[in-house]
């Protein structure tokens, strides 16, 4: 069963054509009968309102679609910067990728910060170079941009029959045919015939280089290939996905997703040469052991473990079904209305219902196994990056790391009596995006969202609005600020107070460092157990880590600090647990403020897309706000200039970017890290 089983994404920059080229996928698949246009808002894939409107992907869709007896679960995600916690958390749960590239673009910024983004994750990827149709479409150049950006090692399956407003086919490699599509019939119908005498002899060429290729790359083909045997079709195909899994080659394809042309290859290459989910390495996580001592375990998918273990990538909310939490199956077996451990959160949960997604209609499933993709319905506590599983055998997944918010708003309801209901709302749409926060500022009493960037705020404010019929009034975009300790330092905290008549006391020592820029907070207890109880360590990590989001000296949340408990002396008739929760929330401010802290403000990676003869002027608009440029790349048509710069000066930068260019160049802003804040 495993065998007919894909899961995979697919990811690209803005506008690269995901979501169009999804639409056929499902239209060829016949999960839809009408292709829907981005440009028209009907897009099966984009089915929120503001995606419509937009023209733009914000939520991974999922969704299943049967192709030649495999069933494949596609995640379709989003290519802009601001929802990049989107594509991180999908990538996570994926067995394979399509990444689309633009021919005519080629790597964007964007597909930049993807492809990294699948690297670490090991994901393994097939390449579709979408808008053959466009002029200015260049197959072997978007081919050679690839090879030379990520050191990857490309190999054509296919090559384009003409370009541009010539683009008629392609010819396929392997077997070396033609391949034509019927535009009456929406492409779903193609003849596939003799290659033409104008595209023989480059055939031939491509033909040896992918033969070639793919041989130095199999020990064994590659014998047969320098005794000159005949290496068959068959055999080229297994050498492929060998080497797709493992990572050495990255196939291309080609096509035009918008004139329904190269779909159908795309789909065979997604069986042929992406991994089934028993392919992959094992999973890896953590065993919890007593007294949450943690050991290194490997996950095998298999589908009849005694144990089941899943992981809660996303958070949807619906507003008939409530909350709908997307698990991927790594283990075992769940069924419908079982009871599972939530293993991040230490609590039974019940599991009402599992869904099929089929991206804005559900079917209901009986069980879901090892390898699939399902949702579940009932689950009240859980958040993305939740292992779920079993208490015999309790694995921890390892959790989905997202970026720190950078942009704040203050945000407050038209009316006092509908401030319960905002709060509620922003409870449910921080659980759904974990780049999304939000608090109350103690001082001014004013709420206050942080997120990735104005447009993913000014996409969840028009959400609370439309969606959620909360009415709201926002102040103008503010920068998050952070703190952090800049030396080591160490603190003794003995606590005594009489409540009640009844003495509560607790001692603690704690040492903190700095850590390296980007490595966030750590906290760590290397204190002796002995006999203490674990609710009187649970109570000091729990105040510590809660500690960390209140500050030190300017009440911004800390980053890049490490906390230890070296000492914890404990006296079971005086020690309470709140005693310890205080002792420890006082340790914090005390050994933090002796380790001379300071501000940090966010920096942004900017990348500026821009003509030739705008260079100039593009660079000075980056130096004016205190950005430094890091390098520049030349392609064709322009050039990109990748720079750094403070995210408190990048305010009203696009307006600025765009006159000074004649509104011909375009950025995208990822965050980068903190650093000491400029005065």
Known sequence: MLDNMRNIGIMAHIDAGKTTTTERILFYAGKIHKI??????????????????????????????????????IIDTPGHVDFTAEVERSLRVLDGAIAVICAVGWVQPQTETVWRQADEFNVPRICFVNKMDRIGADFFGAMNDVRQKFGCEPVALEIPVGAGQDFDGVVD?????????????????????EISADMQALADEWHEKLVDTVASNDDELGELYLEGKEITTEQLVAAIRKATISRTLVPFLCGSSRHNQGIQPLMDAVIDYLPAPDEIPPAEGMHVKKHDELEKTSVVCDPNAK???????????????????????????????????????????RVNRILRVNANHMEQMDSVSAGDIAVFVGLKLAQTGDSLGSEGMPVLLESVRFPEPVISIAIEPETMSDRQKLLDTLDILSREDPTFTHREDEETGQLVISGMGELHLDVLVTRIRDDFKVQCRVGAPQVTYRESVTVTADYTED??????????????????????????NLYTCTAKRGDIPDEIFDAVEQSMTGCFASGIKFGYPCTDTAITVTDVRYDPLTATTFAFEAAAAEAFDKVCSAAEPQMLEPVMAVDIECPSEFVGDAMSQVTQRGGMITSMDEKSGGNIIHAQAPMAKMFGFSTNLRSVTQGRASFGMTFSHFQKKSS
């Open 307 to 349: 144990t089941p273990v899943g992981l809660v990538f996303k958070i949807q909310y619906d507003q008939n079904a409530g909350i709908l939490c997307f698990v991927r199956m790594y283990a075992g077996k769940i069924s419908t209305g079982t009871q599972i451990y939530n293993v991040s959160k230490k609590k039974r949960e």
């Open 36 to 73: 829907g246009e981005i440009d028209d808002g009907a897009a099966t894939m984009d089915f929120m309102q503001q995606e419509q409107e937009r023209g733009i992907t914000i939520a991974s869709a999922a969704i299943t679609a049967d192709w030649k007896g495999h069933q494949i679960n």
């Open 495 to 520: 606590y005594s107070r009489v409540i009640g008549g009844k003495e509560n006391a607790a001692g603690l020592t704690v040492h903190v460092e700095p850590r390296e820029t980007g490595s966030g």
């Open 173 to 193: 490699l392997l077997r070396m045919k033609e391949i034509h599509w019927d535009a009456a019939s929406e492409g779903e119908k193609f003849t596939v015939g």
